[in-house]
C-alpha cells in the first residue's frame, strides 16, 4: 500500500534554480522496497533519486540509498549534498559540527558554510594512469587527438570514471563524442581555463544512460576524484572553483578545496519542489 512521504527535489550546485543538477529525495522511506526505489528513480527521468532514512551507524546522522536508472550506487556526489540539504531543511540536526551520512561507501563528513554545503571526497578506489588500450580507446570516444591530452588517470570512487585533462578548457567545451564508441565506458574530462578566468577548470563527464549516450549537468564524484588527482598533481591549486554544465545552458560551480588530507567538494542548494511522493 503506498503513503505520502516528504519529497523534495533539489537542484544541486547552483545558488540559482535549473541552472545546476537536480536530485529526486524520498525522506523517511520505511517499508520501501528497493525494487520501488528503483522504479521510482526511473520514473522521475533524473540522474539519480535518494532515499533518506535513520542511520544504522552509531556515528551517522541519517542513512541514504542512491540510485541512478538500472542501478544502486554505493556514493555519488550531488546527490549526497541534495540529500543534506533536504534533510537540514526537513529539521535534521547534526549530532556534531558536522553532518555525517551512512551511503553504501561507508561514512561521508559534509560541512555547512553558510549557503554552500561540502562533502570530504572519499578514498580513491582506483588511481594511476590509464593503460595504453585504454587511452587509445577513451580519446577515440572523444574526438581528441593525443597531443591535446596533458595527463590522464583513473578517478574511481564508486563511480569508474576515466579522467582526462586535455589543453585547453575550449577543447572541453567543443566536445562532440561519439556515442557508437561509448562501450559502457564512464568518461570525465578537464581543460584549465586561462589565468584570470572566471573560473579555474572547465569540466564534463559522459556515461552510459537508458537510451545511450548521457551528459552530466554537474558531477561531483567526478568532480571529487578529479581535485583529489589534479592538485596532488600540481596542475589545480589548493583552492579552485570549477565550471560544469556549460555546454548543456547549466552553471553549475564546484568549490574544491584541500585541507590537510582531505579535498571538499562544495555548492549551494536549491529546492525546486517540496511536497510528498507516494510510495
Known amino acids: 500500500m503506498t503513503q505520502p ?73 550531488h546527490p549526497t549534498l541534495g540529500s543534506a540539504h533536504a534533510w537540514l531543511e526537513s529539521g535534521g540536526a547534526p549530532k556534531g559540527d558536522e553532518i555525517v551520512q551512512e551511503c553504501g561507501a561507508g561514512l561521508v563528513r559534509i ?86 578566468a572566471a573560473v579555474d577548470v572547465e569540466i564534463r563527464t559522459f556515461f552510459p544512460g537508458t537510451s545511450g549516450l548521457t551528459e552530466d549537468p554537474v558531477t561531483g564524484s567526478f568532480n571529487a576524484a578529479v581535485g583529489q588527482w589534479l592538485i596532488a598533481s600540481g596542475h589545480l591549486p589548493d583552492r579552485y572553483l570549477a565550471a560544469q554544465g556549460t555546454a548543456m545552458g547549466r552553471r553549475g560551480r564546484i568549490r574544491v578545496e584541500r585541507l590537510g588530507d582531505d579535498v571538499w567538494i562544495g555548492g549551494s542548494c536549491v529546492t525546486v519542489l517540496d511536497g510528498v511522493a507516494l510510495l
Open 111 to 196: 560541512r555547512r558554510e553558510g549557503e554552500v554545503l561540502s562533502f570530504a571526497a572519499p578514498p580513491l578506489q582506483r588511481s594511476g594512469p590509464l593503460s595504453d588500450a585504454e587511452l587509445a580507446e577513451t580519446i577515440a570516444f572523444l574526438g581528441v587527438s593525443a597531443d591535446d591530452v596533458v595527463a590522464h588517470a583513473w578517478c574511481d570512487n564508486g563511480p569508474g570514471w576515466r579522467g582526462l585533462l586535455l589543453s585547453t578548457a575550449q577543447l572541453v567545451l567543443d566536445l562532440a563524442p561519439d556515442p557508437t564508441r561509448l562501450n559502457g565506458m564512464d568518461v570525465g574530462v578537464a581543460g584549465l581555463h586561462p589565468t584570470g
Open 5 to 77: 512521504r516528504p519529497f523534495r527535489q533539489v537542484d544541486v550546485f547552483t545558488d540559482e534554480a535549473l541552472l545546476g543538477n537536480p536530485v529526486a529525495v524520498v525522506l523517511d522511506p520505511d517499508g520501501v522496497t528497493a525494487e520501488r526505489m528503483l522504479a521510482f528513480t526511473e520514473w522521475t527521468n533524473l540522474s539519480e533519486a535518494t532515499f533518506v532514512g535513520p542511520p544504522t551507524h552509531p556515528d551517522a546522522d541519517y542513512a541514504v540509498r542512491i540510485f541512478c536508472p538500472g542501478r544502486e550506487l554505493p556514493f555519488a556526489g
